[in-house]
């Protein structure tokens, strides 16, 4: 679910993220589990929040957790998928628009393409290492240095537009990663393009409410035995000037926004009292 980390399954813990001078902070959705090994912490879906906060450099920590498992990387990948939305939103708020440069494969998300062009700072069609160290220094993410890492499938020290892609060519979208491992009842509802839908709801609590695409519920939304009108709600934060980061859907290069490819969830089923 949308929030579902109020319930009994999950625990929401806000996490910070700098990069690029900015703050980005992102709301972390960890698994409960009693046996829960240490190692294994990372297969849980990890949501971006949408609150992005000017911030002074400050001097980065080196240390990096050196035994991060193969299991790590899908969530890392999903993550940083969901996290690279977030940016590409803020940029267009600012009116950054990189073009990037290079060869991609056709699957290849327009998050991603989009993050390419944004950290290929000279335009020369791949990533450095000194492109990447602003990303991959952050005491926050223990894992994110191996997996970018792992990137450079050819060990030339820099990252193509092949490699790029290929390191997110299994991530989901955060609606479309929580909805797999999710039961039907409370399954959310996702567009086509695998983020949230602006209403969400729990079956069983009778509960529905409004969030933005990734997930992150607004305030003061929740409704009982009925649906809120999530699409007016969302329209007038908006035009009030809140900036939400919300995906631009009409910017999409992955292809169209039918809403018959929409992912029907609990949100879409009658509620029972």
């Given amino acids: 679910m949308g929030k579902i980390g109020r319930n009994h399954d999950f625990t929401l813990t806000p996490r910070d993220f700098n990069y690029d001078n900015h703050h980005y902070r992102y709301l972390k959705y ?3 589990a009693k046996t829960l090994a240490s190692a294994n912490r990372y297969d849980d879906k990890h949501l971006l929040s949408n609150e992005v906060m000017e911030k002074s450099p400050s001097p980065m920590k080196s240390t990096y957790n050196t035994d991060c498992p193969p299991s790590s990387k899908p969530a890392m ?12 939103a803020d940029a267009k708020h600012r009116r950054q ?4 440069i290079g060869h991609f494969p056709i699957p290849c998300q327009s998050e991603v ?13 791949r990533i450095s290492l000194s492109e990447l160290y602003g990303l991959e220094h952050d005491q926050n993410e223990p894992c994110l240095k191996p997996f970018l890492d792992s990137c450079d499938t050819d060990g030339d020290i820099f990252v193509s537009g ?27 509802a996702c567009d086509s393009r ?9 079956r069983g609590l009778g509960l529905c409410w409004c969030v933005d695409p990734h997930g992150v519920e607004f305030a003061g939304t929740r409704t009982r035995g009925t649906k809120p009108d999530c699409d007016t709600i969302v329209n007038k934060i908006s035009n009030g000037g809140l900036k939400t ?12 926004t039918d809403s ?14």
């Fill in 162 to 188: 092949m490699e790029w892609c290929g390191c997110f060519a299994k991530a989901e979208r955060p609606c479309a990663a929580v909805r797999r491992r999710s039961p039907l009842e409370v399954a959310p």
């Fill in 245 to 256: 980061n919300s995906v631009d859907l009409d910017d999409d290069e992955d292809g169209g």
């Fill in 30 to 32: 960890t698994k409960r």
């Fill in 194 to 202: 695998g983020y949230y839908r602006s209403t969400q709801c729990h």
């Fill in 260 to 273: 018959t490819q929409d992912l029907e969830g609990s949100a879409d089923q009658p509620l029972d009292f």
């Fill in 77 to 88: 990948a999903n993550r940083l998928l969901d996290w690279f939305s977030v940016v590409m």
């Fill in 97 to 100: 628009h990189p073009k990037p």
């Fill in 113 to 125: 393409r989009w993050m390419f062009g944004h950290l290929d700072s000279d335009s020369d069609g």
